[in-house]
Each structure stands twice: as C-alpha cells, then as structure tokens.
C-alpha cells in the first residue's frame, strides 16, 4: 500500500513538474512575442519623434536662409503645416527677444552653428528653439503636446498600456500615460535619445506585462494534455502490473501445486505404510492358524477381519488422494533480502488486501539478510499471508489486522506473520504441520507441511505460537547471514 502511495505521488510529482516547466515555456514563449512587438513599437516612436524634431530645425533653417519679415505672418502658415509650433520670435535690429534667455541661446546657437533649445520647461509642454542668423535670428516655441502625430503613432492613446515620456536632465514630460502602468508582472523598458542634435530630449517607453497577459488558454491545454498523459500513463502502468502480478500468481500456484502433490505423495505413503503392514502381518497369522491341525477358525477370521478393516482404512486414505505427483526439492538457497521478500509478496498480494479490507503492517528495524531458494521463500510467504487473510475473514472487517516483522536473533533471521482471525485451537496445534491436518474446512491440509519442507531444506524452520487473547502467529527462522 505504502508503495503504491509513494509510485502515485511520484507519478503525481513528475507531472506537476511536467505541467509547471510547460508552462513556464509557454509564459516565457509570450514574454518574448511581447518584447519583440514592444521593440517594434519603441522604434517606430522614436523615428516619429526623430522626424518632428528634425522638421523643427528644417523650419529654423528656411526662415533663416528666407528672412522673411514680419515673422508674425507667417505662424498661422506654419502651424497649419507643423502643429507642434506656437510661436515665432524674430531678433533683428529693430526688435530684439522678449525673453533674455532666447538671447543666451542666440549667442550659443551661434557658436554651436545650429539650432539650440532655450526656456526648456518640459513640465508645462513648452521649449524654445533659437537659430542665430543675419540680420535676424528666429526662435520657435514648440508645443510637446503637439509633437507626437496622430494617425501615424503606433500606440493607442486611451486604453494602451504603454507608458511614453520625453526627458532632459531632470525635467520629464508624458506624453503618453499608460492605462494600468502599476501591478505584479515583467516590465519592458526602451530609452533613446532623439536623432536631432538641436533637441537632446530622451523618449523612453516602458511597459508591465501582466499575468493577465499570460496565454492561459495555451496554458489550460498544456495541463489538460499532460493530465491525460499521466492518466493513461498511469492505467498502461496498472494494466501491465495487473499482468505481472497474475502472471506471478499463476506461476506461484503452479509451484504450489507442484510442491502440495510432494507433500501429498509423501503423506500418502507414511498413511498407508501403517495399514498395509498390519494386512500384511494379520494374513500371515491368519495363514498360520489355518495351517494348524486342527485349524484355528476362530483366531483366523478374526485375524483376517483386522486385515480387512486396515485394508478399508488404507482405501479410506486414497480416498484422498486427489491426485499425485513427485516432490519438487527446492534449489541452491543464495543470499536474500527478507524485506525485499516481504515488499515483493504484499505487492503481489495487494489486491487479496484490498479485498478484504487488510492494511498490513510491516516492522523491520534493520536489514535482514539470510540464505534461502527464493521461490521457495516467496512460496512460504504466499502460503502464510494466504492462511492469515483466510483466517481473518471469519472476523468482522473492524477486527481484521496483519502484522508482519523481521529480527535476527543467535545468527538466524526471523520472521512473523500474525493475525487477529480466530486463531488454531489447543487440540490442533501439535499436528498443525502434519499432512491432511486443516483449520478451514474444505482445506487439504497441506500448505503449512509443504511451507515446513521448503523451510527445513533450507536449514530453517517455522513454527505456530498461540496467541492468547485471539488470533495466530507463525515465526519463520532462516540462517542469517554475517
């Protein structure tokens, strides 16, 4: 039963294994489909970004190179074609910036010799960016907001679950808020800088993927399928042990067999010798009472009377031979585990246990290790497990216990197998191993001689010890080895 349990939670250990390292391809198979399209994503706002800021300079460069004049006219042109732009300030020698900082940046925009950002306050969405040219140098207020184009952004703006911003130094503008940014799960992160010179902003995008994300459809099949793996795993493994164990059985029957029809034969011929030699010695006296002269008529009919009935007693005894056949001797007895034995016959004997509702118990503190036939040592064991069970079908199931442990004592291993059934009477003990001696009406009298045989041939012995409150014990002692 123990064993059975533990090759269960095994099977049960090695699918749960199976189903979790399955799973955790699959979660990791989807965690890299969604890093792949989020690098996709992050690319392609970065080039759109990219592109607005460079159009930005695009624009500063025309107006340098053009001067056209006044520059107020020209904003509601531009902002059609460049929404992101809100403002135009032109610097000549009539006008000067409205703002001191546009002038610091005209003069580094000079020495830079390209457009520079000025007044940068990403927080409200704004920056400047200032051309030095002559005679008049332009400044262009953009609009954050603005800068990223609608149809073309890859990213859905009220329900996505990216997060977009734009950085200088410590200032930070979102330009996209993600719809559920915090929670459990594996973030996706990109940062970049801006391909425009002029506009060192970084885009960083990020992304939490969470278990929700995960592909529990697949995962589903993936646990359904390895749930019927293991169960037909599992009844291919029953169904084969199924055939061993009746194979084994089979096989133990017809040794059993074999080895009863020994014990019979040689039971047959200590009955019998008894009878016939009384026969044989009341018709030599008959004979010699009816040579005297007169003959003893009297003396010889009863003479003769003793030989027929030691004749009906002989008849009586083949009356129960069933039938006969040469004793089978055991083989060379070779070193073997009485806890291997004893684990081998519970598992044969499994399902006479269940049947009946016996949970046996095993007691073995430490290896036991003798000489003996193994088939001969499994063939005791089938015999006192077998008369145990049988015994312990005359008592209610509550009642029903099989004790099974192993000891060495003075060199020898012992084992005993008890039970709580109705036990041997007094009367019956002495003869428990005699032939044609039973406890269980219909039996042939049989197993526990030939169990005491196979055992003697062995350099063992076993032996029936009456238990006193109720039930049977029968110890089997075998030469231990060093």
Known sequence: MLSRLRRHAFLAAGGLLVALAGSALLVASELGRQREAFDTQARIVHRLLSQRAAENDAVLATLALLQPSPAEHAIDRLQAIYPQLVAIQQRSAARDWTLPSLAIAEERSRTARRAVMADAQLAGGRYWLVQAAEPASFALRIDLAALAPGPEWPLRRDTGDTHVDLSLGDQRYVVQQAASAQGWGTRLAASKALAVESQPLVVTLSRRVTPAQWPWVWIALWWLGTGGFLAAFAAWRAQRRARARAEELLRLGQVGRLNALGELAAGLAHELNQPLTAVLANTQAAGRLLDDDPPDIVDARAAMSQA???????????????????????????????????????????????????????????????RAEPVALEQILHNLLMN???????????????????????????????????????????????????????????????????????????????????????????????
């Open 308 to 370: 027929a009935q030691q004749a009906r007693r002989a008849s009586d005894v083949v009356r129960r031979l069933r039938r006969g056949l040469e004793r089978t001797d055991p083989g060379a007895p070779q070193p073997v585990s009485l806890q291997d034995a004893v684990r081998s016959a519970f598992e044969l004997l499994e399902p006479e246990f269940a049947r009946r509702g016996v949970v046996p118990r095993f007691h073995a503190q430490a290896e036991v290790r003798v």
């Open 388 to 482: 145990a069970l049988q015994a312990l079908e005359q008592v209610p199931p509550g009642e029903r216990s099989l004790w099974v442990a192993l000891s060495q004592e003075s060199g020898c291993g012992v084992l005993t197998v008890r039970d709580s059934g109705p036990g041997v009477p007094p009367e019956l003990l002495p003869r428990l191993f005699e032939p044609f001696v039973s406890t269980r009406t219909g039996g042939l009298g049989l197993g526990l001689p030939l169990c005491e045989s196979l055992a003697s041939a062995m350099g063992g012995s076993i032996a029936a010890q009456p238990i006193p409150q109720r039930g049977a014990s029968f110890r089997l002692t075998l030469p231990a080895l060093p």
